[in-house]
Nanobody, 132 residues
Framework: QVQLVESGGGSVQAGGSLRLSCAAS????????MGWFRQAPGKEREGVATIYSYTGGSSTYYADSVNGRFTISRDNAKNTVYLQMNSLKPEDTAMYYC???????????????????????WGQGTQVTVSS
């Protein structure tokens, strides 16, 4: 089992920045793909970014809507994944969820565009609100 706890959400004005954290505990060695997803009221959950970890490095994947503004990273020593969000826009307002899975790099990339991302583990979410 893996437990995920998100933090770092809040309210910010457009153009501002926030950094989300996702602390993983439990059998974290079972997860090599971690990601961030978001869901706004009345909308489907959508992929934001994922990171695939392998010996000696990692690969990152981003949704087109956040590419160039958001950065995902993972600190394996702390079992924590981060999402640095810069140049925030009102349309970034949503509940942000962390997810984890053991999978292949291709799945870790393609899951970003899935309507029903099938991760084994999910956090409870952290709210991000961007005002204009």
């Amino acid at each position: 089992q893996v437990q995920l706890v998100e933090s770092g959400g809040g309210s910010v004005q457009a153009g501002g920045s926030l950094r989300l954290s996702c602390a993983a505990s439990g059998y974290t060695a079972s997860t090599n793909c971690m990601g961030w997803f978001r869901q706004a009221p009345g909308k489907e959950r959508e992929g934001v970014a994922t990171i695939y970890s392998y010996t000696g490095g990692s690969s990152t994947y981003y949704a087109d809507s956040v590419n160039g503004r958001f950065t995902i990273s993972r600190d394996n020593a702390k079992n924590t994944v981060y999402l640095q969000m810069n140049s925030l826009k009102p349309e970034d307002t949503a509940m942000y969820y962390c997810a984890a899975e053991r999978t292949t790099p291709r799945w870790c990339d393609r899951v970003l565009r899935s309507n029903s991302p099938d991760f084994d583990y999910w956090g409870q979410g952290t709210q991000v609100t961007v005002s204009s």
